[in-house]
């Protein structure tokens, strides 16, 4: 098993930036594979990012690409999602996820964390 703990989340305006952190405990963080999806009120959990257990192995949503970058701390078994230029439309809960291997379905992650809010207000 493994438990995804997320935070970060808050309330900022359009253009803003914030640094969600999601800390893995349980089972050991090696070979694993760590994703970021997010879900809007009415919309489907949509992939956001995700990356490699070695980091050289990315993926990112062709919408936040130069603006969301995805980094990990396997000694701290803790990945982060930095958002820059942030935009209404990325108001949603947004989730980290463990798996065995860099995947933009939410079907292919194992663990799921309890989300974190992230709002822009324009």
């Known amino acids: 098993q493994v438990q995804l703990v997320e935070s970060g989340g808050g309330l900022v305006q359009a253009g803003g930036s914030l640094r969600l952190s999601c800390a893995a405990s349980g089972r050991t963080f090696s070979n694993t594979a760590m994703g970021w999806f997010r879900q809007a009120p009415g919309k489907e959990r949509e992939f956001v990012a995700a990356m490699s257990w070695s980091g050289r192995i990315t993926s990112y949503l062709d919408s936040v690409k130069g603006r969301f970058t995805m980094s990990r701390d396997n000694a701290k078994n803790t990945v982060y999602l930095q958002i820059n230029s942030l935009k209404p439309e990325d108001t949603a809960v947004y989730y980290c996820?463990?798996?065995?291997?860099?995947?933009?379905?939410?079907?292919?992650?194992?663990?799921w964390g309890q989300g974190t809010q992230v709002t822009v207000s324009s």
């Open positions: 996820t463990a798996g065995t291997h860099v995947a933009v379905t939410p079907h292919e992650y194992a663990y």
